[in-house]
């Protein structure tokens, strides 16, 4: 098939790639028009307008790695080529860590550590190296082709910006979380997208450095982030001795994001919390001047399958166009590569009957993602709850018969001391939080409950963990007041 891929970004690579593998002839429209960058740090400076969020921490998950190491090891091998470097679930283990011995299963609970616009850069650089691929930047899609057929629209090419039309067996809608696709649809006479849309309820801010020449990076044996309720924090390696901090405040918060903005405060900031302290004690460098911030964070997902038939055929949605989650959890590129995998599957299999692979595409799409999207939801919820309740002075915990007020007690004074010395707990978390797992599966699991509830009634027979960072938003104020 002459297969359009609209947009270059995670989900458009991994169409492109798939896809060709298959043997289907793939052009990539991408509206950014930027050169091919030669190196992983003049990928770093990369005009990358349409993407926004490539200038943010990205953590590279498990589930995504493993899809590179074991469908692309050619790829996966460039990421490390490039400087890329893995994490694996018993690197820097806590000294309080008892018999760990590993496992063959062991060998997939390894992340990717690098940035965005490596781990992007690379990625290109492979699909544009197989001859099946036209990669054709500065060219915005601008709507979409249908068939003058009655009933819903068959969509049979693109519409570009000077005007043009080009034809196509296929068009995948890989333009990410600001894709009016439900719109270019709408023009064509489908019936409304379903739509279902939650504020993550968070601001980030990320800032990027590179350890100084002969610097080491800290041990990772404690956390390497935290959430004190007003403020989430975590500390992401990159590639080539690069690293990012992220901080993400509650989006109601406008004094401290205000604030944060700010090189210097974002800089104290991270000094006075215990996770990313350490990177800040002068052995590394800024390698942005300015801290990078994006509001607008949103949980999204869209059915393109309404009354069981698809709104239209002849284009099918991957990545951010499907689902946007918390960048928190940082499972958007994974969830994107993982949908193009899925939609891939779905034309290997139905080939061109593209009813047929939109009907199975969707129904892997809910099989597979859309638990991970609505645990995803849930757990927003909770911690909007909670920074509510902060920002207005109040104890989350007051209400001591509420549910989520022991679910919040069992997790900080169960599952986090155990995931620091039963090596059973720390997979099993690892799994979940790599998408490794079905998301109801870690507090599911009767031994990783048991063991668990055993930390947690041991609670006060243990030291009190040192504080992640300032007991309360005032006492960071007081800290950071310029
Ligand atoms: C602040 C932030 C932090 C994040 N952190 C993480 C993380 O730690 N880990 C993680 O896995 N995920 C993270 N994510 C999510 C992740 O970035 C996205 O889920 C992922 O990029 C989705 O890939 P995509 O290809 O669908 O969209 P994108 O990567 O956004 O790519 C879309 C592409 O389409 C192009 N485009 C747009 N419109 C058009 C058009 N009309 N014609 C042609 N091209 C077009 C854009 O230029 C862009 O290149 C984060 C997101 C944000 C916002």
């Known amino acids: 098939m002459r297969v359009a891929v609209v947009g270059g970004g995670v989900a458009g690579l991994g169409s492109a790639l798939a896809l060709a593998r298959q043997g289907h002839q793939v052009s990539v429209f991408e509206r950014d028009d930027t050169p091919m960058p030669s190196s992983a740090d003049e990928a770093f400076a ?47 283990l806590p000294p309080t860590m008892v018999g760990f011995e590993r496992e063959p299963g062991d060998d997939e ?38 068939a003058d057929e009655p009933g819903r629209p068959h969509v049979v090419g693109v519409r570009l910006a000077d005007g043009s039309t080009s034809a196509f067996d296929l068009v995948i809608a890989a333009n990410g979380r600001r894709s009016v696709l439900p719109d270019w649809l709408a023009e064509l006479g489908a019936p409304p997208v379903h739509e279902q849309v939650e504020d993550t309820g968070i601001v980030y801010y990320s800032r990027f450095y590179r350890l100084r020449p002969g610097c080491e990076a800290p041990p990772r044996t404690g956390p390497i ?15 080539n001795d690069t690293f990012s901090i ?39 460098e800024p390698l942005t001047d300015e801290v990078h911030v994006m509001a607008g964070l949103l949980n999204r997902w869209r059915d393109h399958v309404v009354d069981g038939e698809p709104v239209a055929t002849g284009v099918i949605p991957v990545g951010d166009v499907v689902l946007c989650t918390n960048p928190l959890y940082g499972r958007g590129c994974s969830t994107a590569f993982w949908s193009a995998h899925l939609m891939a599957d779905a034309v290997a299999a139905f080939g061109d009957d ?78 979940s939080l790599n998408l490794l797992s079905r998301p109801d599966e870690l507090a599911t699991d009767p031994d990783v409950g048991a063991r668990v509830l055993a930390a947690w009634q041991t609670r006060d027979q243990r030291p009190a963990d040192p504080p992640l960072g300032p007991a309360s938003r005032a006492d960071l104020l007081d800290l950071i007041a310029v």
Not at 225 to 239: H, I, M, P, S
Request: aromatic share 8%; proline share 5%.
């Open 46 to 92: 990369w005009d990358r307008r349409g993407a926004p969020q490539v200038r943010h921490s990205h953590a590279f998950l498990a589930r995504l790695r493993n899809m590179l190491a074991t469908s692309y090891p050619d790829i996966h091998a460039a990421l490390l080529a490039e400087g890329a470097t893995e994490m694996r679930v018993d690197d820097d």
């Open 109 to 146: 609970l390894v992340m990717l550590a690098c940035r965005r616009t490596t781990f992007e850069w690379v990625l290109r650089r492979a699909a544009i190296a197989d001859g099946r691929v036209a990669f054709r930047t500065g060219e915005p899609v601008v709507g979409l082709v249908a």
């Open 225 to 239: 982030g935290g959430d004190l309720g007003y403020l989430k924090y975590g500390v992401f390696v990159g590639d």
């Open 246 to 284: 992220t901080l993400a405040t509650p989006v109601d918060d406008d004094q401290l994001r205000k604030l944060l903005a700010d090189p210097v405060v974002f800089d104290t900031t991270a000094r006075h919390l215990a996770a990313t302290a350490p990177w800040l004690d002068g052995r590394g």
């Open 354 to 431: 593209l009813r047929e692979v939109a009907l199975a595409y969707d129904a892997s799409l809910r099989a597979e993602i859309l638990p991970w999207y609505q645990a995803g939801v849930a757990q927003d919820a909770e911690a909007r709850r909670v920074a509510a309740a902060l920002l207005a002075g109040e104890d989350p915990d007051a209400d001591t018969s509420d549910p989520r007020t022991f679910m919040r007690a069992v997790l900080r004074d169960g599952l986090l001391p155990a995931m620091r010395t039963d090596p059973v707990v720390l997979r099993a978390f690892f799994r």
